[in-house]
């Protein structure tokens, strides 16, 4: 029987947080399946996937990196994604087109603050994963632990199937629990010598096995029917239910190594074949088309579809990272963008290696891959058959929430920042740019001070251009803290033609102010006809016109219900863009009516410092109006997780590592909107 090509491929992404290791374990994957011939190292600037010279001097992954290799007869097609939470919209992006992810954790730290944020995006995309505890070698650094953080903060099932061999720096090998045997790593070997379970460790093994058997019977109908008559499982019914608690996610495999030494790896790549999916195990891919929505299988058959997730604007041309989820793409080829309703021309199509290129003739369904060529598409565009449109639901851009005012050092180089700024807002969808109506600046907008670094970093480096930069803000938003209620607003115009008339009668209050004031509803209970339905819609959107300017600084107003409860039409003057209007200039004099509140972007930060750099820690952050939320001593170090408006952190890094002598770190992650002290709205 002829074995289906797909099965044989494994799409899937490296997901931890910023310094687990995510870049050294792709290192690894890539030597030990022999793409390359040399180990690269963060801290020699010489890995395959950090090839940007930024990444290389910060020594972090800023930019999502798709790298190929083939393992065990498999070709594995994998993503390596930042661990900062600056760059979340790339690991969002890659998500959206992975069939499974690797998460990488410290042995040591366990669950940090971006590993809980990655995981979370994984279980909104459904991703099966599989857990890699990382830098078994280190001092302090204990599986268990790890494993209890990863089931007491993420709350999985963890599924351990090894056993470390030696500890912190004597760490040499792992025991396999599902076929009882050891691997071990000498110094300087490439690979693992197989052997017996050493004596030492037996006991301990087969009570380790008796646990993971008892946990995958509990969960898995097959694996419970033979423990039940056996007493045991079988190393292949283990692996099987394994294998299927990772699909539905009823359970996390955990394995474990140090990838900096190359132990654990040659495991790791086995577990990827066994446990996580291929094309064919994940549901067929859904999109709309004229309102209908439709499945494309994947088959090379099939009409073809694939979703641009990455874009590269490069001098010499665009890169389109693709994942082709059905039918089939050759060179040459014309293909439908959905989304611009236009055609465009595939002039190459490559197999991908972070920087380097091979030529592929064609790419079929399940394969990721850039296209030269293709001229309009962006990150989230469909591209589909001409003859079979379908639009595949693009990934969320963030809001950003930092913004900094750029400008050109020399006036003749106003144009030229332009067109800079516009290529970097193609390739990264969580940029923004815009021009304050109020100063006439260029003000630039992305997810954090470290992005809006490297935004301007690359104008510099890439296009040799001297940029003034501006002192950082945030993105305030305003909400109703409470309303009015009757509002009345009447819109009136003659102007010698058709004139204009609309009487509306407004209710606004607050929404789901508790959850960060996020949202708009609007409603109507106007009965009688007094005001048509078309009309409604009119004043629904005029209201939302309204929302783009509030009244205490011109922010975006979020956190509203407005209810229509009453109007009046005119036989000859009343219209839509009475409605409308009315709409709009009526919730606008309406909130100048309310009292309003001012709301600030919050990060919750988790700081790590030696304990007896812990009191000054803590009047720092009470300085920057943070409220300390919890306290832990993990490895002899203080760390602290505290809540923290994002307008005070700007230079924390800074300050933090004079308080500390350079022992502190910290790192933060969005948590929504807080209202603001009344000192803030008026700057």
């Not at 798709?66 to 979340?88: E, M």
């Not at 050891?182 to 010598?193: K, Y």
């Amino acid at each position: 029987m002829r074995t289906d090509p797909l099965t044989t491929v494994r799409n899937l992404g490296i997901l931890a947080h910023v310094d687990a290791g995510k870049t050294t374990v792709t290192e690894r994957i890539l030597y030990t399946t022999g793409t390359t011939h040399k180990r690269g190292e963060v801290h020699d600037g010489t890995t395959v996937t950090d090839f940007d010279p930024q990444e290389r001097d910060r020594g972090i992954t800023i930019f999502a990196a798709a790298v190929s290799c083939a393992w065990a007869g498999h070709r594995i097609n994998l993503i390596d994604t930042p661990g900062h939470v600056d760059f979340a919209d790339e690991v969002e992006r890659s998500l959206r087109v992975l069939d499974g992810a690797v998460a990488v954790f410290d042995a040591v730290a366990g669950v940090e603050p971006q590993s809980e944020s990655v995981w979370r995006q994984a279980d909104r995309h459904g991703v099966p994963r599989i857990a890699f505890v990382n830098k078994m070698d280190r001092a302090g650094a204990d599986l268990d632990t790890a494993v209890a953080s990863i089931r007491e903060r993420l709350h999985p099932v963890p599924l351990v199937v090894q056993l470390p061999i030696g500890t912190e720096d004597g760490f040499t090998g792992v025991v396999d629990l599902p076929r009882m045997r050891a691997l071990v790593w000498a110094d300087g070997a490439d690979g693992a010598e197989e052997g017996p379970v050493p004596e030492a460790l037996r006991e301990e093994a087969a009570r380790r096995r008796r646990l993971l058997e008892e946990a995958v019977a509990e969960r898995h109908p097959a694996a419970l029917e033979e423990f039940c008559d056996r007493e045991t499982l079988t190393a292949a019914t283990l692996t099987d239910a394994l294998r299927d608690l990772t699909r539905t996610g009823d359970g996390v495999v955990v394995l474990c190594g140090s990838a900096y030494r190359n132990r654990g790896v040659e495991p790791l790549l086995d577990a990827v074949v066994a446990y996580l999916p291929s094309p064919l195990d994940v549901p067929a891919v859904r999109g709309t088309h004229d309102g209908t929505e439709q499945e494309r299988p994947a088959d090379p058959a099939a009409p073809m579809a694939a979703l641009a997730f990455k874009v590269n604007a490069t001098p010499t041309g665009r890169l389109t990272y693709l994942r082709v989820y059905s039918g089939t793409i050759e060179k040459g080829d014309t293909v439908w963008d959905a989304g611009t309703r236009r055609g465009e021309r595939v002039g190459r199509i490559l197999r991908v290696r972070a920087d380097r290129h091979d030529p592929l003739e064609r790419a079929v369904a399940g394969d990721i891959v850039a296209v030269v060529g293709l001229k309009s598409a962006r990150a989230g565009s469909t591209l589909c058959a001409p003859g079979a449109p379908l639009l595949l639901e693009p990934p969320g851009v963030p809001e950003p929430v930092v913004h900094v005012a750029v400008e050109a050092r020399r006036a003749t180089d106003t144009d030229r920042l332009a067109s800079a700024l516009a290529r970097l807002t193609e390739e990264d969808p969580s940029l923004a740019v815009r021009t304050d109506p109020e100063t006439g600046q260029t003000v630039l907008s992305g997810m954090g001070e470290l992005h809006l670094e490297v935004a301007v970093e690359r104008v510099r480096r890439e296009h040799g251009l001297e940029v003034a930069v501006g002192r950082p803000g945030v993105a305030y938003r305003e909400t109703v803290g409470e309303g009015v209620t009757g509002f009345v607003h009447r819109h009136v115009k003659q102007d010698g033609g058709a004139g204009q008339f609309a009487h509306v009668v407004l209710d606004v209050e607050p929404w789901e102010r508790d959850t960060g004031g996020d949202g708009f509803v609007f409603r109507s209970t106007v009965v009688g006809g007094r005001v048509p339905q078309e009309y409604v819609r009119a004043v629904e959107a005029g209201c939302r016109d309204a929302l783009a300017e509030g009244p205490l600084g011109g922010h975006p107003v979020t956190g509203l219900r407005v209810t229509l409860t009453d109007g009046q039409t005119h036989v000859k003057d009343s219209s839509d863009t009475a409605f409308r209007t009315a709409g709009r200039f009526g919730l606008r004099d309406a909130l100048r009516a309310s009292e309003m509140v001012l709301l600030e972007p919050v990060v919750e930060v988790t700081v790590t410092v030696p304990e007896d750099g812990l009191g000054g820690v803590l009047g720092d952050l009470a300085a920057r109006r943070g409220r300390v939320t919890g306290s832990d001593t993990r490895g002899g170090a203080a760390v602290v997780t505290a809540t923290v408006p994002l307008a005070e952190l700007f230079g924390y890094a800074t300050r933090l590592r004079s308080r500390t002598q350079g022992r502190g770190t910290f790192t933060a992650r969005p948590t929504g909107y807080a209202p603001a002290p009344a000192a803030t709205a008026a700057r």
